[in-house]
């Protein structure tokens, strides 16, 4: 069912952004400006440009959108951290986590496709773009400098 997918990456992309929220406040170390601002701009982008508007398509599709941390705890497809990792780890986690956010949109996107939502397949583009930026980044920052 396209909705329950939807109400899947909703509660996903939500954890995510609030888990870069969470590094973007607590990552320390010799590059807190630059970490800082990488994990502000993530849960920015991911926050502003797929919540709201995900939850209004699953209304669209008149299903009822979940909208309470339980109901998010519960659907989220990543790992929830309460812990404060290093810089690096936070990181490798946010790398893993998009590239698990990227490939539940690639999967969702000729279900959107089959059902003839090409306005919502349209969107979920958008997003496997927007994820494949961030994917890109988090390599360049996490790769080794060559010796
Ligand atoms: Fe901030």
């Given at each position: 069912?396209?909705?329950?997918?939807?109400?899947?990456?909703?509660?996903?992309?939500?954890?995510?952004?609030?888990?870069?929220?969470?590094?973007?406040?607590?990552?320390?170390?010799?590059?807190?400006?630059?970490?800082?601002?990488?994990?502000?701009?993530?849960?920015?982008?991911?926050?502003?440009?797929?919540?709201?508007?995900?939850?209004?398509?699953?209304?669209?599709?008149?299903?009822?959108?979940?909208?309470?941390?339980?109901?998010?705890?519960?659907?989220?497809?990543i790992e929830?951290?309460?812990?404060?990792?290093?810089?690096?780890?936070?990181m490798q986690e946010l790398y893993i986590d998009n590239e698990k956010l990227?490939?539940?949109?690639?999967?969702?996107?000729?279900?959107?496709?089959?059902?003839?939502?090409?306005?919502?397949?349209?969107?979920?583009?958008?997003?496997?773009?927007?994820?494949?930026?961030?994917?890109?980044?988090l390599?360049?920052?996490?790769?080794?400098?060559?010796?």
């Amino acid at each position: 069912m396209l909705t329950d997918t939807l109400k899947t990456l909703l509660a996903t992309a939500y954890a995510l952004s609030i888990k870069a929220q969470n590094f973007h406040w607590n990552v320390e170390g010799p590059d807190f400006p630059q970490y800082h601002d990488f994990f502000g701009n993530y849960y920015e982008e991911v926050y502003g440009n797929t919540i709201d508007k995900l939850a209004e398509i699953i209304r669209q599709l008149d299903s009822y959108t979940p909208g309470s941390i339980l109901r998010y705890a519960e659907l989220s497809q990543i790992e929830d951290q309460t812990k404060i990792p290093r810089a690096e780890l936070m990181m490798q986690e946010l790398y893993i986590d998009n590239e698990k956010l990227l490939a539940m949109w690639k999967e969702m996107f000729p279900m959107a496709e089959q059902e003839n939502q090409q306005g919502i397949a349209d969107f979920i583009a958008s997003r496997i773009d927007a994820h494949g930026k961030h994917a890109w980044m988090l390599r360049s920052i996490l790769k080794k400098e060559r010796a």
